[in-house]
């Protein structure tokens, strides 16, 4: 039968035609294998990133998913039209330049798809991250392909591109572990040299009752014009916000308490006046 078949096309001819489609059958194989390794890839590597599934991630996936089909697939049928004889250098000449024209013209889409990949992977934040961009205070809602859209103090939506948004100086509350309090207390200057000493004792056994404040340091700072100035500083776990207001909010009740109890009079601005009567 093969005999037959080659009465009608010459050997030259049908050893060209299978060594062709030979080869562009191992250009279809071996592009179809690295998609799958790049797949595989990309996966691994977001997940390594951040073991939990997120908005961030299934952009970042979806774009190099689809860049890295893009050149594994263009570059086989390039190859593919090359095996079969077709001259592509005056195609990827064209290609080349449209390439050119298109990114000028998208260069503002590609950059904020070029910033969500950014943020992908760098993660310079996440949901749920509380934000200070320039004097705006924000929380994060949702990462984008274009767009990252954060929620105002007052439930106002705040919408930025996410090139504009890497650009700008940004401060992540979000990744605070803890919290740092300073505090400045004013004490009346009659207060005796006992209670003075009593005070940063006082402070410090205040926060040993709780177990997410961490105390550093209670000092006689200075002395104002009205008030014997102490600084109080502490940390609070910053895991829970929320959690660690209400704690602010127990330790200054306990310091009124403990100061009440203990006749330690706070400061406030006063100004005396002596006045002088002279018999004429």
Excluded: C
């Excluded at 009593?198 to 340091?217: C, D, G, M, T, Y």
């Amino acid at each position: 039968m093969l005999n037959n078949f080659n009465q009608f096309i010459p050997n030259e001819l049908f050893g060209f035609a299978l060594k062709t489609w030979l080869i562009s059958l191992a250009l279809l194989i071996g592009a179809f294998v690295v998609s799958k390794i790049l797949k595989r890839f990309i996966q691994k590597s977001l997940v390594t990133a951040n073991s939990e599934k997120d908005s961030v991630q299934s952009v970042s996936h979806s774009l190099l998913q689809v860049f890295s089909n893009f050149l594994v697939w263009g570059l086989t049928v390039i190859l593919l039209l090359d095996n079969f004889g077709v001259q592509v250098s005056a195609l990827v000449a064209g290609l080349g330049v449209g390439g050119i024209a298109i990114a000028l013209a998208a260069q503002n889409i590609l950059g904020d798809l070029f910033a969500a990949l950014t943020i992908g992977f760098d993660k310079p934040f996440q949901i749920g991250d509380s934000l200070l961009i320039g004097t705006t205070r924000a929380t994060v809602e949702s990462i984008g392909i274009k767009t990252t859209r954060l929620r105002g103090p007052q439930g106002e939506q705040w919408i930025f591109g996410n090139e504009a948004l890497l650009k700008s100086q940004i401060s992540n509350f979000g990744k605070n572990l803890e919290k740092r309090v300073s505090q400045t207390l004013g004490l009346t200057y009659d207060t005796s040299l006992a209670k003075l000493d009593l005070v940063p004792k006082l402070l410090k056994s205040i926060l040993e009752n709780h177990s997410q404040a961490r105390f550093e340091r209670a000092v006689l700072l200075d002395f104002a014009e009205s008030s014997l100035n102490f600084e109080f500083v502490y940390w609070l776990d910053n895991s829970s916000p929320n959690l660690a207001l209400d704690i602010q909010h127990q330790v200054n009740l306990e310091i009124l308490k403990a100061f009440s109890q203990n006749s330690i009079n706070f400061a406030y601005p006063t100004r005396t006046l002596i006045t002088e009567s002279r018999k004429p």
